[in-house]
């Protein structure tokens, strides 16, 4: 996945997010497979469990078992057709999550030789708030951030003031 590039502003960004609301205490479970991002949870002294691959849209079950204090969901709901029936399943009262926001000017991501690398949704901010609402979460907090290139085009020109990825904290109603 990240074979070409590395998102570390959205790591440094994610990371001070995280902090800001989950205590090191608290043990997560973070949806999705593990990857560089578990790392860098890990290395600041969360104990983090991943969701094992399996199709989250059909099978909620190590989610709906889990005794985690806290989940994480960051880059993971834009790939589900039903992330509604995941936010329901979560058991725990604390949520952090992000999504890339849907820009006017790109279409939706779609890897073609990965087709778990596929964004069946991107959102817009009042779009993801809705659905934490109707899925039983309130937002505590939220925050947006630009993901520059250093490409040239108009595209890349807008990626520097348009906001590219959104994450909130909330918590179970």
Do not use: C
């Amino acid at each position: 996945m990240y074979e070409q590039s590395y998102p570390n502003k959205r790591f440094k960004h994610t990371i001070k997010f995280l902090e800001k609301h989950v205590t090191k205490d608290h043990s997560i479970l973070d949806l999705g497979v593990e990857n560089p991002f578990t790392t860098i949870m890990q290395d600041h002294g969360y104990r983090v469990e991943n969701t094992a691959g399996e199709d989250l849209d059909l099978d909620t079950s190590k989610i709906e078992r889990s005794t985690a204090d806290a989940v994480t969901a960051f880059e993971i709901f834009e790939h589900l057709l039903s992330p509604f029936t995941v936010l329901k399943s979560i058991r725990t009262n604390k949520l952090v999550a992000s999504v890339p926001l849907k820009l006017w000017f790109s279409s939706a991501y779609r890897s073609k030789t990965d087709m778990l690398d596929r964004h069946y949704h991107e959102f817009e901010d009042w779009q993801f708030d809705w659905l934490l609402q109707k899925s039983g979460w309130k937002i505590i907090d939220r925050k947006k951030w630009t993901n520059p290139t250093k490409k040239f085009g108009v595209r890349p020109i807008l990626r520097w003031f348009t906001p590219r990825y959104y994450i909130v904290y909330a918590e179970r109603v």
